[in-house]
């Protein structure tokens, strides 16, 4: 579990690939201390178990899922990346829970400078601003972040200056793929009402049982 706190960004030193997997060595500092093999440690939001790690670097396996699913396909050598070590018990919670487990990619489509953060507004694969919502939270390369607007397939956040500082949003172009995972809280409320909806009044799907919902409330 993570905190969507990043600690650091560190940056990909080399990639080796095995078959259909790859062979991560991540450059970095502050979060090779106090790590030890077996450790987790989130790569842009991805959850990756160290296998060798030595000063100033670890290293990681992706496996075919993780690698269909986020943009660690898309690494290259110096490549910035988002790190955080799993949360320690006692730890504070700054941001929210963050499992490490990514729903999927989405497009960067545009950035809007506003008066003290910047806007970033991108495209969602099919499906999954079904689990988002307005002032709910979101992992963004793994970084914590407050949804500011979500409808159909576009999403966007706030970034404020700290966070752009201290993360690689600040490297993100429009165009480029970013790792989302959505709030384990809302994906459990939707997969209840898919499946207690559906159940009851035979409704297939979310948006039906949504439009009834509202029907009930308003008689």
Partial sequence: MFTGL?????????IVAQGNTMKLTIACEAVIEDTKLGDSIAVNGVCLTVTQMGENYFVADAMPETMERSNLRDFKHRTPVNLERALAAGQRMGGHYVQGHVDGVAVLMNVEPIENAVVYRFRAPAGLTD????????????????????EAELFSVSVIPHTLAETNLKDTHPGDYVNIECDMTGKYI??????????????????????????????
């Fill in 6 to 14: 990043i600690e650091e960004v560190g940056s990909v030193k080399e």
């Fill in 131 to 150: 689990y988002m919502v307005e002032k709910g939270s979101i992992a963004i390369n793994g970084v914590s972040l407050t949804l500011v607007e979500v």
């Fill in 190 to 219: 939707v997969k209840w009402l898919e499946k207690h909806m559906a159940k009851e009044s035979h409704i297939p799907n979310l948006a039906k049982a949504t439009a009834q919902i509202r029907r009930e409330t308003d008689v």
